[in-house]
């Protein structure tokens, strides 16, 4: 019934104003071109281009040039997967397609290329497709060879692994050397550094150069004795360029600080780690966002200095947007449980040079490290430096607890075995900020605690009930702990002061 309306409508509109269809049919382009197109059916399509290849590559070029309609446009986006489709599963035709539509079509060298970067060319065809990329105009299909040769927008298949061919280094010179060194990332209107770099030609190129070194590495094997010179040195030199292309690069770069001190340590320390330092904070604050969106450490590399640069970081968390901040918050607490180095060689650096937010996010980051260990685990890093902080931070150095960061502590405390008491003991000198909204004190509270330590774990309770003000969602589990410490036997004045609270946070307890 609706198609019947419209066409009555438009009947009686053509009946009204002829000379509006007049006109309309009168402008209407001719359609001889797509009437000629290729077929966008695979199997005809490959056909046609193995037995009559010179006029279906004509009739493409001219498909290519017809694109100024939604249509039209629709139309060549149809057939140029298709043509790619066929190019992946025969890549020898891209070849051929290339040599016979001749330099300056653009659209359809993408095409052919997406069909390669997505096609199972073998060890002999691939450098011979390479060699053919290298031939062509790199300037306007720049970008999209830089994403092929980088190994990206290729998703959900086997694709070819160009960073392992002596050629691909000859496409990736030359992309850098087309690419203006003021050219900009593809992505803007963001303050995430890294995402702009990923996005950004030479970006790609970083990524290539990664995976080169990392497949020239493997081949090596225990032969490896670094990055190889000529790849180092253009790397130093692409580096030392001060535009907006070698700030791709450097950002990128920054994401495989980890992998290329192992691959080659001098190397590394030689041109990675001046871009992290913070004399220079308009670069480190986005070089710094580059290595905090990938975050990769070892051992060897926090003890050879970088270590030093993660803690001055900390000191510049004004500097870092807030994905980053996060991101560093996790590793320096992961880093504090799980790495070989000595927390209390660092820690006391990092506390005296940070805002009370941050040890805040770093307490709560704490929190979750501990909960990934077994008991045991956490008792080693109680005697190992956890105990000696507290301590420490009780007394006063090298700043006062805030209150704050007393509450995010007290999670810490749930994962002790034999020291839990004790460390109670300690924070119920401080003041806290009570729980919060999103506070996991009483989601990690339960039995086992509870039965190791009744009557301590209930004046902790309070303390930290007594000083929450926010608004509290957590009446249900306060109800559950509370007839948990009556069935412990806890002491009747401890428990009073507890319903007390959770009366004046308006949680209904069973006062026994």
């Known amino acids: 019934m609706k198609y019947q309306a419209v066409s009555l409508a438009l009947a009686e509109l053509s009946t009204a104003h002829p000379e509006v269809v007049d006109q309309e049919s009168e402008g209407r382009p001719p359609d001889s071109v797509w009437s000629a197109a290729p077929p966008a059916d695979k199997v005809e399509l490959h056909r046609a281009l193995t037995q009559e290849l010179s006029t279906t590559v004509e009739a493409l070029i001219a498909c290519e040039a017809a694109t100024s309609s939604w249509e039209d446009q629709r139309r060549w986006e149809q057939l140029a997967g298709a043509v790619s489709a066929v190019i992946q599963e025969s890549p020898t035709l891209g070849l051929d397609l290339l040599e016979a539509s001749g330099r300056g079509h653009p659209e359809l060298e993408q095409v052919v290329l997406r069909g390669w970067a997505r096609s199972r060319a073998d060890a002999e065809l691939a450098p011979r497709l390479l060699e053919r990329i290298g031939e062509l105009q790199l300037e306007p299909i720049l970008g999209f060879v830089t994403t092929t040769i980088g190994g990206f927008g290729v998703v959900g298949s086997d694709p070819v692994e160009w960073f392992s061919f002596e050629q691909s280094e000859m496409i990736a010179s030359k992309c850098w050397n087309t690419l203006s060194p003021n050219a900009v990332s593809s992505l803007s209107n963001t303050d995430d550094y890294a995402m702009k770099a990923i996005n950004h030609p030479a970006g790609h190129l970083a990524e290539f150069w990664v995976q080169r070194i990392g497949h020239l590495w493997t081949v090596a094997g225990d032969g490896w004795a670094g990055i190889p010179p000529e790849i180092a040195d253009h790397l130093a030199d692409l580096l030392a360029e001060h535009n907006e292309r070698s700030e791709a690069l450097e950002i990128t770069l920054c994401r495989y600080v980890a992998f290329l001190y192992q691959a080659d340590p001098d190397w590394c320390k030689q041109y990675m780690y001046p871009l992290l330092n913070w004399d220079n904070i308009s670069r480190a604050k986005k070089t710094w966002s580059g290595f905090l969106s ?8 926090l003890a050879d200095g970088f270590l030093d640069l993660l803690i001055a970081t900390s000191a510049h968390s004004d500097q870092l947007n807030k994905q980053s901040l996060r991101n560093l918050t996790g590793l320096l607490a992961k880093i504090a449980v799980t790495a070989d180095s000595d927390p209390n060689t660092w820690v006391t650096n990092l506390i005296a040079n940070s805002s009370v937010g941050d040890r805040v996010a770093w307490s709560r980051a704490i929190r979750f490290e501990l909960a990934s260990l077994d008991q045991e685990s956490v008792e080693r890093q109680w005697t190992r ?62 039995d086992k605690q509870i039965a190791k330590a009744p009557e301590t774990i209930a004046r902790l309770l309070h303390h930290l009930l007594k000083s929450t003000v926010d608004q509290f969602h957590q009446a249900l589990k306060i109800q559950e702990i509370y007839v948990q410490l009556v069935d412990a036997g806890v002491d009747a004045e401890v428990l009073h002061r507890i319903a007390e609270e959770a009366t004046r946070l308006r949680v209904d307890v069973v006062v026994q």
């Not at 990938?294 to 590399?301: A, D, E, M, R, S």
């Not at 119920?428 to 509270?445: A, I, K, P, Q, Y």
């Open 294 to 301: 990938h975050g990769g450490w070892t051992n060897k590399l």
């Open 385 to 446: 430096w956890v105990g000696g902080y507290l301590k420490d931070r009780v007394g006063g150095a090298p700043r006062s607890l805030d209150p704050a960061e007393a509450s995010a502590i007290a999670n810490w405390l749930l994962f002790l075995d034999d020291s839990m008491k004790g460390a109670i003991e300690l924070l119920l000198t401080v003041e806290t900020v009570g729980l919060g909204l999103h506070d996991l004190f009483l989601h990690d509270l339960g």
